[in-house]
């Protein structure tokens, strides 16, 4: 069965530094990978899809088959960029393609 | 912009009652879910609908059921609250097929008793 690893459960940085959320994920077949966001009293909402291979909020994820890797970076981290991050994973194939598995989070909180 | 609601932003229950979780979607979405929220483990699906009247077990389905008779409208059942079932509850809807952005509601924080 898939499975998404998100290794810290708490990140903390300051403002100005760079940051990475580690997110590995197990899956023999080839997954489509999401980070979603949820920032204090807001809903969950999408941050970025590695199909889409976009910057968001001046975040960037590179999906990294060999290392099963879809590690979420910021060169400079901003106080608003303190939320909870969930990594996700799609399966591109079978009967269940538009379920959703989530990885237990990491709050990332942004020190002035 | 989707609007995902949730019926109730904080409830609470008492063992043994019968719990009705709503979630309605004003995007024509097929997709449909329920999800719960606990800290540390992250979101568990618990049940999905692609389509009136389909449903599909997600990951931890025992003590729960669900209902979609209308295409905007998911409900979560819970036919007998347990404490265990204390969590917050998150609601989602996509388009249909694969590869589609799930929108969620603001969540229901359930306590039981």
């Known amino acids: 069965a898939q499975r998404v690893t998100q290794p810290e459960k708490l990140l903390s940085v300051f403002k100005g530094a760079p940051v990475e959320l580690k997110c590995n994920y197990s899956?023999?077949?080839?997954?489509?990978l999401f980070w979603y966001v949820q920032y204090s009293r807001q809903r969950l909402q999408l941050l970025l899809r590695?199909?889409s291979r976009e910057s968001i909020k001046g975040f960037t994820a590179d999906l990294n088959k060999g290392e099963t890797s879809f590690h979420l970076k910021k060169p400079f981290a901003q106080e608003e960029d303190s939320a909870m991050y969930y990594c996700?994973?799609?399966?591109?194939?079978?009967?269940?393609?538009?379920?959703?598995?989530f990885g237990k989070g990491t709050l990332l909180t942004v020190n002035p | 912009d989707v609007k995902v609601t949730q019926s109730s932003r904080y409830l609470v229950k008492r063992t043994g009652e019968k719990v009705f979780l709503e979630c309605v979607q004003d995007?024509?979405?097929?997709?449909m879910f329920w999800y719960r929220q606990d800290p540390g483990l992250g979101l568990r699906l618990i049940y999905f609908?692609?389509?009136?009247?389909?449903?599909e077990k997600g990951d931890i389905p025992e003590g729960y059921s669900v209902s979609r008779e209308k295409k905007e409208r998911f409900s979560l059942i819970l036919e007998s609250a347990s404490t265990n079932q204390t969590s917050m509850y998150l609601c989602?809807?996509?388009?249909?097929?694969?590869?589609?952005?799930?929108?969620f509601g603001p969540g229901t924080r359930l306590l039981v008793l």
């Open positions: 989602a809807s996509s388009l249909g097929g694969g590869s589609k952005t799930q929108y």
């Open positions: 899956y023999s077949g080839s997954p489509e």
């Open positions: 609908s692609y389509d009136v009247k389909m449903k």
């Open positions: 590695h199909i």
């Open positions: 996700a994973l799609r399966l591109n194939s079978g009967g269940s393609n538009y379920k959703l598995t």
């Open positions: 995007m024509d979405h097929e997709n």
